[in-house]
Nanobody, 121 residues
Framework: QVQLMESGGGLVQPGGSLRLSCAAS????????MAWYRQAPGKQRELVAG???????NYADSVKGRFTISRDNAKNTVDLQMNSLRPEDTAVYYC???????????????WGQGTQVTVSS
């Protein structure tokens, strides 16, 4: 089974920084894309940033210029560097990966358990 584990969340003051990390583990043959989503209370889950296996990235308009997504294809990890954090960034952040386990002929979408990011003074 493919498993994703996030780390790096916590409480930070406005203007501060956090770095989230996600590691994919299990019997993974290939990971096509990885991304970070977030879900704030009362809101739907939204894409924060994504990165393809080729290194292409995309960001939500609300985080452009502040967040940076990076990926290590060899290690199947993806990080999200979050700078200039704002209270509206408060959410549970989820790692997502489109991957194919070595025992499966098809790709599937996998989710981590989420890590809480709270931006508050």
């Amino acid at each position: 089974q493919v498993q994703l584990m996030e780390s790096g969340g916590g409480l930070v003051q406005p203007g501060g920084s956090l770095r989230l990390s996600c590691a994919a583990s299990g019997t993974i043959f290939n990971v096509n894309a990885m991304a970070w989503y977030r879900q704030a209370p009362g809101k739907q889950r939204e894409l924060v940033a994504g990165v393809t296996s080729g290194g292409g990235t995309n960001y939500a308009d609300s985080v452009k210029g502040r967040f940076t997504i990076s990926r290590d294809n060899a290690k199947n990890t993806v990080d999200l560097q979050m700078n200039s954090l704002r209270p509206e960034d408060t959410a549970v952040y989820y790692c997502n990966a489109v991957a194919r386990p070595n025992y499966s002929p098809r790709y599937s979408s996998y989710w981590g358990q989420g890590t809480q990011v709270t931006v508050s003074s």
